[in-house]
């Protein structure tokens, strides 16, 4: 699997972490050893990835060189290297990373609502529900924006942000099925169809939101007005 | 009204066109002589845009700075600075032009369509009508996509992106309301909110294309698919 996939869909880094395994002096690692060099290891990406959204939210793509991360985070670019196969697979990392906690935020709030005796009905309320949370976006948007329009002029980095787009459309159109499913509501589309339009709509209003310099809370009423408006249309 | 806006809304320059004007020395210029200055100044503008989409499409907007722009066009800075306010107006004012031409070509379509005795009446039919011609869409989706990632970092640009993304709409809604009356059919959302997923499908749709290296038949094929898809499922 190319390394950036590898990071997006998820790695299997931590599934032999159970297994003692050499570590290069002939000596077997022990089952704790191999546990705390995973931690480590962890720790550092995490570190590595703060300094990232630091550097980038001030200065910007291109500004957030290699160097200027691992200053930021205190590590080598030995260190660095060891984790991230460039500074584009960190970026990728970076905005799974952010996504992921949008989307886990999203599916809890499904359960909620699944588990709930006063479930709503119609689409834009079902929408307004699972939405209604605040998350602070501009540091994804801005991600997004940058990655995408890199991307729009090289080929390697094209592939990989399609590989990443398509996995992102593949998790929300998951959530959609379960609401489908759940509320017996038929969308109009597809569900992968419905992903890519709410995943457009979430990033076009909040980059106005962004633009018209609207703080957090006004950004996600924002966000929520446009996607239960597409929901309302959209379904049924 | 701030410069940019000025050219993105339309300048009124043209309309005094046929008025004799002072010309600096205390002698009055012929109507002729007022004519002249401006198909100059009009041909110096346009030579300079043709230049900024060379040196943009092969370099990114960064590269693509106002010494290069007047090396590639034959003009000095002077040149520049007398037609533009900045590079920014310059790469707002070729947004336009691109989106200009697509839209021209559509509301051709458009009446095409209206004068026709063989109207289509399915909402994706009427869609695959519209779009049904052939443009290099890749200038467009560059200059767009590297104008709102320089926008969601800097407040004054924003604004002018904003005004330029209302602008669009506002021209897309009034060719969905022109459809909507000629066809009969109903939209399930405002004119407005629909020119807005029209606008951000067709971008999706060509970012995605020019990313897998489609050429210009295969791209212009799948945004047309997505714009009908869209159409069927928000229509009627």
Known sequence: MYPI?????????????????????????????????????????????????????????????????????????????????????????????????????????????????????????????LLDFETDDRLGVLILSEIRNHSLRDATLSASYLAWEDAMSARVARVIEDVARSSGLAPRMSADELARLFLMTWESASQRAVMMGLDNEALCAAVSDRMRALAEALVG
Chains 1, 2 share one sequence.
Do not use: M, W
């Open 5 to 129: 996939q590898f990071c997006i869909l998820g790695s299997d880094e931590d599934s032999n972490l159970g297994v003692a395994c050499e570590d290069g002096t002939g000596r077997e690692r022990t089952v704790s050893e191999v546990i705390q060099a995973s931690a480590r290891r962890e720790r550092t990406r995490q570190r590595l990835l703060d300094a990232a959204a630091e550097v980038f939210a001030e200065e910007g793509l291109d500004a957030a060189s290699v160097e200027a991360i691992c200053e930021r985070a205190g590590f080598t670019r030995g260190a660095f290297y060891s984790n991230f196969e460039s500074k584009d697979e960190l970026f990728f990392e970076l905005a799974t990373r952010v996504s992921n906690e949008k989307l886990s935020a999203v599916t809890a709030r499904l359960r909620e609502l699944e588990a709930s005796t006063d479930r709503p009905t119609h689409p834009a309320e079902i929408v307004g529900r």
